[in-house]
């Protein structure tokens, strides 16, 4: 969806090393949802937040919701092997229930 | 440890072919959701139920028609198959805003 652009649209990253995804909204942000997808895979919840400022961490991953620039940002600490997969973020861009779903980051973690 | 299931998980179909891709749940979601994936990752809407009886086309017009006659239980169907419909179609649940959706395993078609 254009309304929702993430970047980088892949990455390469050595074991160990930390990188940051972003997510930025065309839109107004009502909330914004991280999901992980192994290849051919569906969709793994990570998290999501709600309000501007919130700040979420679940094991090495922490995500961060700024509402006035209309963005969210996923960073992996000391990535490993079992980070690489294709991270989406997802927000409701309408008065629906509806999730529009970003271009997608591909992770590749180099051992 | 998935409560939301799809089958098949991969499909190759000739085309012109009718086809019906499952999706079940056992969550007693009342939202759930079809979503088609490019070869690249994006996901587009195709069709969205609220609940038993209620259908709705997403923001990706589509040639697939949906059901939900159970609560629990909503198919997609091709009538007839075309080389185009290739794709992955993930199937989702939710209970509402405040959490995310379940998806399904996903459905990999090919028509040849």
């Known amino acids: 969806s254009q309304e929702l652009e993430q970047s980088p649209q892949s990455l390469i990253v050595q074991e160990g090393k930390n990188l940051t995804i972003n997510c930025t909204s065309s839109k107004t942000l009502y909330g914004l949802y991280w999901y992980k997808q192994k290849y051919g895979e569906g969709l793994i919840f990570l998290m999501m937040l709600q309000k501007g400022g919130e700040e979420k961490s679940h094991e090495k991953i922490t995500a961060k919701l700024d509402e006035k620039k209309q963005q969210s940002s996923l960073h992996i600490t000391a990535s490993q092997p079992s980070h690489a997969g294709i991270y989406l973020c997802g927000a409701p861009l309408t008065g629906a229930n509806n999730l529009f779903f970003g271009t997608g980051t591909r992770l590749t973690v180099i051992p | 440890e998935a409560d939301i299931y799809q089958t098949p998980r991969y499909l190759v179909i000739g085309t012109g072919k009718k086809i019906t891709l499952e999706c079940s749940q056992t969550?007693?979601?009342?939202?759930m959701y079809w979503y088609q994936q490019d070869p690249g990752m994006e996901l587009h809407l195709i069709h969205y139920?609220?609940?038993?009886?209620?259908?709705e086309k997403g923001d990706l017009s589509s040639e697939s028609t949906v059901s939900r006659i159970r609560t629990e239980h909503f198919p997609l169907t091709l009538e007839s198959a075309r080389p185009s419909h290739t794709s992955q179609y993930l199937c989702?649940?939710?209970?509402?805003?405040?959490?995310?959706?379940?998806f399904g395993s996903g459905t990999r078609l090919t028509v040849v």
């Open positions: 989702a649940s939710s209970e509402g805003r405040a959490i995310g959706y379940t």
């Open positions: 139920s609220y609940g038993v009886n209620s259908t």
């Open positions: 969550m007693g979601h009342d939202k």
